[in-house]
């Protein structure tokens, strides 16, 4: 579904990513995993057209999307979840909703989708009218990933979905985001610090180093190497 | 007492014209967090188009009632107005959206000198003084007492509260306005859910516009000459004045536009009773902005903005 081709990306005179290649298949749970300033992030921010890329192609549905706006790429079905986030905190739970719908026009599709949402987080539902600021981080979390859910993408970027958060909320989180994946046949790209439980969902992996993809493979045989074992899960 | 009400009174009607251009302002600022300082010519421009569209169109709507050639006129200037402002933010201002923000903010003090020099030409507007038309016929409504209220202040009312309430309905009813409120928050985010955001910038900027001219307008009804430098004034208060209200608020700005109008009107009323020349009302506003930059910079509606992480 998504094609990577040696992606690089530069903030001024600093390389961030020097030649990343993924592939996502359809209907997935992928996960980029890797310590912080490894280029996670930058490889999400230059798939969702937030960056510009110095050289390298990405290809999505077999059209190529490399550096287009990302009002453009979102109407692709390209949804970015970003770090931090970013809820609008002055808006109120359902206006933030009705932002992650801004492109659809379907008055009743957005309000059966937004009945979704709720079931999946009833925290939500009971907080509708209440300013996004207002909530805790993990709640900004739910927010965030139902106001994505909204646009009806045909994939999702989650970045660091686990940062800040509390442990039990975490759990929960990620066991919606698997739900998700498998009743709404949702492709998912992963972005993670937390590799155990980022490899326990997916079922391919990448693992990133200084701007490099220094390691790829099914996650469980990614969780079985030594060398992954040492780094990145504490084994 | 009655003294007292009718400057209120006076100052009301000022001061609402004032929240009219502070919007302006204010909405920019909430978007693209730099000052417009060419919004005051804009009110300018707004007031010659007025004076034009009625020597142009005069003629041809003396038929109507005066209501409905104003509210033509009055559109007519504003739609003029927003071309204008959306012009001047993609030829000066959208070339700079990533530069540092004091580039912009020195841009717009060239266009706002660009502005006000060319309409100085002969072949444009000239640098004399012209007199603004009566849209509005004089009459005076005599409320209780002693109190006096023109027509013109009247119609200026009832016009402001009605732009006020039509921008309301805009920015918390309609898909534009939410973008608006989004982009203001967090334009990284906004671009994530799909929005364009230039297209929202550009609307912003014609929103504002549009209202100055409205302003520019009933302000030229009010004290009916125009002259290319007239905005400067009426420009710095309104800046002031959504500085006053918390800059980047709405509400804010509508409550400082009054503020700045009644005291100005006050302090013009009785400087003379403490042995000041009125032309010290046109300084209070600068006490105003000293005094909220000193000790509420965030302007009397001004959240400090909080976000969990």
């Known amino acids: ?235 | 007492m009655e003294q007292f009400a009718q400057q209120l009174l006076n100052g009301l009607f000022l001061g609402s014209i004032y929240a009219l251009i502070a919007l302006g302002y204010t909405m920019v600022y909430g978007v693209l967090r730099f000052i417009n300082f060419a919004h005051g010519d804009v009110f300018m421009l707004g007031a010659f188009s007025g004076l034009y569209l009625n020597r142009w169109l005069g003629p041809s709507l003396a038929s109507l009632h005066w209501s409905i050639s104003l509210t033509i006129i009055l559109v007519l200037s504003m739609l003029i107005c927003a071309a204008l402002g959306i012009l001047i933010e993609f030829l000066a201002y959208r070339p700079l959206r990533n530069r540092p923000r004091l580039n912009v903010l020195i841009t717009a003090i060239g266009v706002s000198l660009l502005i006000e020099y060319t309409g100085q030409h002969p072949a444009v507007f000239g640098a004399t003084q012209q007199p603004f038309p009566a849209l509005i016929p004089a009459n005076n409504i005599s409320l209780t007492g002693n109190l006096a209220v023109t027509n013109t202040q009247m119609i200026v009312f009832v016009t402001v509260v009605l732009l006020l309430v039509a921008l309301r309905y805009i920015v918390m009813k309609t898909r534009m306005g939410l973008a608006m409120r989004a982009l203001s928050l967090n334009p990284t985010a906004s671009a994530l859910m799909g929005v364009n955001n230039s297209v929202v910038i550009s609307f912003t900027f014609g929103l504002g516009s549009a209202l100055a001219a409205a302003g520019g307008i009933l302000y030229a009804s009010l004290y009916p000459s125009v002259e290319p430098f007239m905005g400067i004034m009426p420009g710095l208060k309104a800046f002031i004045a959504a500085v006053l209200g918390g800059i980047g608020n709405i509400p804010g700005a509508a409550l400082g536009g009054l503020i700045i109008g009644v005291t100005e009107t006050l302090v013009g009323g009785y400087s003379s009773v403490v042995g000041l020349p009125t032309g010290y009302k046109d300084g209070v506003a600068f006490v105003i902005l000293i005094l909220i930059l000193l000790f509420k910079p965030s302007g009397l509606l001004g959240k400090t903005e909080r976000e969990k992480v």
């Open chain 1, 1 to 235: 579904m998504l094609d990577v081709r040696n992606l690089e990306v530069a903030y001024g005179s600093i390389r961030a990513l020097h030649g990343v290649s993924l592939h996502v298949p359809e209907k997935s749970i992928v996960t980029l995993i890797g310590a912080n300033g490894a280029g996670k992030s930058s490889t999400l921010r230059a798939l969702s057209g937030l960056i510009k890329t110095k050289a390298g192609t990405v290809t999505y549905e077999g059209n190529e999307i490399t550096n287009q706006a990302p009002h453009r790429i979102v109407a692709r079905g390209l949804c970015h979840v970003p770090e931090g986030r970013m809820i609008f905190p002055n808006l109120t739970i359902e206006e933030n909703l009705r932002m992650g719908a801004f492109l659809r026009r379907d008055a009743k599709g957005i309000a059966a989708d937004m009945d979704y949402v709720f079931t999946i987080f009833p925290r939500l539902l009971e907080r509708r009218k209440q300013l996004a600021g207002t909530l805790s981080g993990g709640e900004q979390q739910m927010l965030a990933i139902s106001r994505a859910l909204m646009g009806k993408p045909k994939f999702l970027m989650l970045d660091e979905p686990s940062l800040g958060i509390a442990p039990l909320l975490v759990k929960a989180i990620f066991q919606k985001i698997v739900e998700i994946n498998r009743t709404q046949g949702l492709t998912i790209l992963l972005v993670e610090q937390n590799a155990n439980l980022a490899l326990e969902v997916s079922s391919y992996g990448y693992v990133l180093e200084t701007g490099k993809v220094i390691l790829e493979g099914p996650s469980a045989d990614l969780r079985a190497n030594p060398q992954v074992q040492a780094a990145y899960l504490g084994i």
